[in-house]
Structure formats: structure tokens, C-alpha cells
């Protein structure tokens, strides 16, 4: 026999409840994990330059860029980064304009009203300048992996940094999981109308803080496990071979062409 | 507030990069002598809670949301000098990978907010902190150090920006990098940290300390309790740096003498004419029959030093009281 209470007809109508900003953070944090496990997948272009030689030829080129006042120069720049991106698979293409693209646009607004004013050289100048340098900073990072990065940055930063940033970068995948987690949670124990779900957000973090820190500390003892001893030993880099001829060559032509312009 | 490439001349980002070096080197060391081995693999957990952090949505009044950076958090969980390395790498990563704020820009935007938010959050935070003791105090502080950085942060890039019209120009006399003065970018950058991001960034900031402080209390006291003798450094060096207020041909916006008020709004405004005059020592920086750059310099000197005795004077008396009320 069913107790009277279980069958007595509810009518239950929750309320409709805003929670724009956990959709919101769901979904950047979605779109942060789907990129970081993108690169993750190993489904990177090969490219078999020395990274070092890499990341310095890209330096190079946005430095240069940065400083030249001659369109011939930018417009040489552009024509190169473009003319190798054109050799990328058409998914990479995509994810390079994806990241250029609405920076470029932002920048030719900010610059659009001085245009207005009589600046269009400078409009033209400086949003195709920032445009180039974000793709070839794109390219660079598309199509290298990130140890091998990390291998290019070793020579600029000091150990302690490389360490640091190592942990970051797998980290950052495994607290991003946590936090959508953490979300979905809130999101699913919230029904009707929950006007305590924003003070719930500095548990969601709170939350991720010491996790976090619990993380720290396993990984310490797992470091110690593996005879850590508090330095940390130089890597071995990979050589420089024939194949970093031709960066190394393309490098000194643009010098050449940088230095020509300037004279001009 | 991350500045993308080509928005500062190579000049101004050799600059800022060279300012960040010396900090990054006295971080790197100090982490390593006075933060146990142990806690090395917090400051990458740590950047890329900064990182998350920021990915974070907090709704604001008005029905809109804003991101915090968690600058003053992370300086008052992990200490300031591991906080300026954990959001510097926390930077790189956003540049490398997400194309967020630029390379040659990278010296720029860790000045900002590496090294502004953090280190301005904690010292106002342990100022109001110490002065009136409680826990009201503690989280007025967190408040008010959080608010005021980022608010501060901001300050510094719009200067950086703003700067760039003044002194880069091409022969036509157009702008080189970022076409707008100072006295646009000012406004357009700082006020609308002043009224949603800085007010997102302290509540998201006292929220957080208050859940761990409830959740997990050890977590905070084990901070390590940094010195200031590098303050001190930061306070030389701007003193050095002072000169380049110079180069702002105009005066500063809203600080117009009287003369100036006349000749931009057509007449000066009766209160201000007949109000109180005030004749400082250093009239607008400058001392008499020197140079400008020399006169700037020993005002800035000055105005440092005195606020450098006041500050050790109210410390001395404040240790006086003490002394006082235990014997």
C-alpha cells in the first residue's frame, strides 16, 4: 500500500534561473581543454628544423617587423609567412588564421578612428604588423611540439623557468577537467532558483586552489621518489643539421632585405 | 589589459623587458633560497590556477560578467615573489599558445601583471592588515589590495601605451605604434577596471580567501613573509625613471593649473580662482635655476624620501605602542 503523501498529484514549476556565468566559464574552459588536447594528440605537423633555430628565426622576424617603418619590408614579411603557411594542411591553416584573424580585426578598430584622422598609413602599417606577428607566432607553435618548445626556450630562460612551465602546461589540462567537473556539478545541484550559486563560485575555486596544491604536493613526492634532488640538469638539445640551412638562410635574406629597405 | 605586438615600439618593449629581468632573477633566486624544494611544483600548479583563473566568468551587478586575474590572491597564498613567477609563466603560456598578449610585448604585460598586481595587492593587503588588526581588516585589505592593483595595473598600460604617440612618430609626423595619447588611453583603459574589472577581481579575490581561510586555514599562514628591501629597489628605480614624466609635454589629466583651466574651457570657474592657493616647495616638480630633468629628479627623491620617514616613523611609533602595552 502506498503511503497517501506518494500519491498525491505535485505540480512542481521551477523557477527559471540565470546562470549566464557558468555556462560561460564552461564553455572557455571547454574550448581551452579542446586545444590543449588537440596538441596533445600528437596530430602536429613534423617539421624537422631545430627548434632552437625555430623559435630564433620567429623571433627574428617579429623583431624586425616590429621595427621597420618601410611597407616593402612588411609586405616581404607577410609574403614569406604566408607563402610557407600555404604549405600547412588546411586544419593548421584554420587554427593559425583562427587565432590571428579576430586580433587583427580588434586592432584595425582601436586604429579605425585615427584613420579617420588621416592616419592610414599607420591603420594599414601597424594591423597587417600585428597580424603577421601573431601568425608567425601561431606557425611556430602550431607545428612544433611542446617539448621540443620548451627544448627552444632552454636557452633563453633559466632551469627553475623550464620546470615551471613544464608542470604548467600538464597541469593546466588536468585542473581544466577539474573545473568543468566542478561546474557541471553546481550546474546539475542547482534546481529551480539558486541565489546562492554565485557565493558557490569561490567554492568552485577554492576548491581547485587546494586540489591543486594537494597536486603539488604528490608530484613533490613523486619527484623525490625519482631521486629529485632539488637542481636540475641541462637536457641534451638537438643538433643543428643541413635542413636548418634553409631557415638559417631565409633568416639572413630578411636581414638583408630589413637592412635594404631601411636605407632606401 | 594583454598589449598584442606592434602596439609598443621595440624600444618600449626592450625597456619593460629590461625592467622584468632584474625581477624575474631576484624572483627565480628567492624562490630558491627561501621557498623549500618542496613548493617549487605549486608555482606550476600555481600558474596555471592563474591561468584557469582567469578563464573564470564572475557575474557582476548589471547582469554582466567580467574575469578576474587573481594577482593579489595568488600573492597572498603563494607570496609575491612566487606569484610574479607563476603569472609570468602563466603569461608565456597565453602567448605561445593562445596568442594572447605579444612576444616582444611579454616584458610589458609581466611588468603589468607579474609584477604590478601582485606586489602592489600584497603590500597595500599587509599595510591594512597590520595597521587596524581584525579580520575585517584583513579582508578590507584583501579588498582594497586587489581593487587598487589591478586598477594600477591598468594605469601602467595605459601609460605604456600612451606614451607611444609622443615619442614615435614617422616623418609625416603620424603616429609610429598606438595613435592614441595619453590623455584617451588613460580613460579608455583605467575606467573600466575602476568599474567592473577591479570590482570582479576584489570580490573574486575576498571570496576565495574567505573559502580557504574557512576550508583550509593552514593553507594561507604557510606563506612564506617576504622582506621589502626590494620595494625599497623599485622605489630607487622609479625615482630614476621619474624624468620620463617629462617627456608628457601636457599636464596630466585633470591636474590643469588655472591659466590651463582658462584656456581649454574659455573662462576659470569662479570657485577655483578665488580658492586656496597652495605654493609648494617644488612648484610643478621643478626647483629654481636648475634644469628640468635635475629639478624632477630631486623632487622625486625628495617627495620619496619623505614618504619613506613617514612611513618608518608611523612603524616606530606603532612598535612604541606596543611596547607600551605589554609592560
Not at chain 1, 604588423?129 to 626556450?153: R, Y
Not at chain 2, 607611444?164 to 616623418?171: A, D
Request: hydrophobic share 50%; aromatic share 10%; with cysteine.
Amino acid at each position: 500500500m502506498l503511503p497517501q503523501w506518494l500519491l498525491r498529484d505535485e505540480q512542481y514549476f521551477p523557477e527559471r534561473d540565470r546562470d549566464i556565468f557558468i555556462d560561460r566559464s564552461i564553455r572557455t574552459l571547454l574550448t581551452l581543454l579542446s586545444r590543449l588536447r588537440q596538441r596533445e594528440g600528437g596530430s602536429e605537423e613534423k617539421v624537422r628544423v631545430n627548434p632552437g633555430v625555430r623559435l630564433g628565426s620567429t623571433l627574428l622576424l617579429i623583431l624586425l617587423l616590429s621595427l621597420s617603418r618601410d611597407f616593402l619590408f612588411v609586405a616581404y614579411a607577410g609574403a614569406l609567412l604566408l607563402a610557407i603557411l600555404s604549405v600547412y594542411r588546411a586544419e593548421l591553416i584554420l587554427r593559425v588564421l583562427k587565432t590571428s584573424l579576430p586580433i587583427a580585426t580588434f586592432t584595425l578598430f582601436v586604429m579605425l578612428p585615427s584613420a579617420l584622422w588621416g592616419n592610414t598609413s599607420g591603420l594599414i602599417m601597424i594591423t597587417l604588423k600585428v597580424f603577421f606577428s601573431v601568425v608567425a607566432v601561431k606557425m611556430f607553435v602550431s607545428t612544433a611540439e611542446w617539448g621540443s618548445i620548451l627544448g627552444g626556450l632552454r636557452i633563453f630562460m633559466p632551469r627553475l623557468f623550464i620546470l615551471v612551465l613544464d608542470v604548467t602546461t600538464r597541469y593546466l589540462v588536468l585542473l581544466g577537467e577539474l573545473s568543468v567537473s566542478l561546474l557541471v556539478a553546481l550546474k546539475l545541484r542547482s534546481v529551480g532558483r539558486n541565489s546562492r550559486k554565485q557565493s558557490s563560485l569561490a567554492g568552485v575555486t577554492g576548491t581547485l586552489f587546494l586540489r591543486s596544491r594537494q597536486m603539488a604536493e604528490e608530484m613533490y613526492a613523486a619527484m623525490e621518489c625519482r631521486c629529485f634532488t632539488g637542481s636540475y640538469p641541462r637536457g641534451s638539445t638537438a643538433k643543428i643539421s643541413a635542413v636548418d640551412l634553409v631557415p638559417l638562410g631565409v633568416g639572413a635574406l630578411t636581414v638583408a632585405v630589413f637592412a635594404w629597405t631601411g636605407m632606401r | 589589459m594583454h598589449i598584442p605586438d606592434n602596439y609598443l615600439s621595440p624600444a618600449t618593449c626592450a625597456v619593460m623587458g629590461a625592467v622584468m629581468v632584474p625581477v624575474w632573477a631576484v624572483a627565480v633566486r628567492k624562490v630558491r633560497t627561501e621557498v623549500s624544494n618542496a613548493r617549487v611544483p605549486l608555482l606550476g600548479i600555481g600558474a596555471a590556477f592563474s591561468f584557469l583563473l582567469m578563464m573564470f566568468n564572475v557575474p557582476l551587478p548589471g547582469g554582466t560578467t567580467g574575469h578576474a586575474v587573481g594577482g593579489t590572491l595568488l600573492a597572498v597564498l603563494l607570496g609575491p615573489w612566487s606569484a610574479c613567477i607563476s603569472i609570468s609563466i602563466a603569461l608565456l603560456v597565453q602567448a605561445l599558445m593562445f596568442g594572447d598578449g605579444g612576444i616582444l610585448a611579454f616584458g610589458a604585460n609581466c611588468f603589468n601583471m607579474a609584477f604590478v598586481i601582485p606586489f602592489l595587492g600584497y603590500v597595500l593587503f599587509s599595510v591594512i592588515r597590520d595597521v587596524s588588526k581584525g579580520r575585517r581588516a584583513e579582508y578590507a585589505g584583501l579588498a582594497a589590495g586587489s581593487y587598487i592593483s589591478i586598477s594600477v595595473a591598468a594605469l601602467c598600460a595605459a601609460i605604456e601605451l600612451g606614451v607611444q604617440p609622443l615619442l614615435f612618430r614617422g616623418p609625416s609626423g603620424l603616429p609610429l605604434y598606438f595613435p592614441w595619447p595619453i590623455s584617451v588611453s588613460i580613460p579608455a583603459m583605467v575606467l573600466p577596471h575602476l568599474a567592473v574589472a577591479g570590482v570582479a577581481e576584489a570580490i573574486f579575490t575576498v571570496a576565495i580567501f574567505t573559502f580557504i581561510k574557512r576550508v583550509s586555514p593552514g593553507t594561507i599562514s604557510a606563506a612564506p613573509k617576504p622582506r621589502f628591501r626590494g620595494v625599497y629597489a623599485l622605489l630607487v628605480a622609479l625615482v630614476c625613471l621619474s624624468p620620463l614624466g617629462l617627456l608628457a609635454s601636457g599636464t596630466a589629466w585633470g591636474e590643469w593649473g588655472i591659466g590651463e583651466i582658462g584656456k581649454m574651457v574659455g573662462y576659470v570657474p569662479e570657485g577655483m580662482r578665488r580658492g586656496f592657493s597652495f605654493r609648494a616647495l617644488f612648484p610643478d616638480y621643478a626647483v629654481t635655476g636648475m634644469s628640468g630633468v635635475i629639478g624632477y629628479v630631486i623632487s622625486a627623491i625628495t617627495g620619496a624620501a619623505v614618504l619613506v620617514i613617514t612611513f618608518k616613523l608611523i612603524g616606530l611609533a606603532r612598535r612604541e605602542n606596543r611596547r607600551k602595552a605589554l609592560t
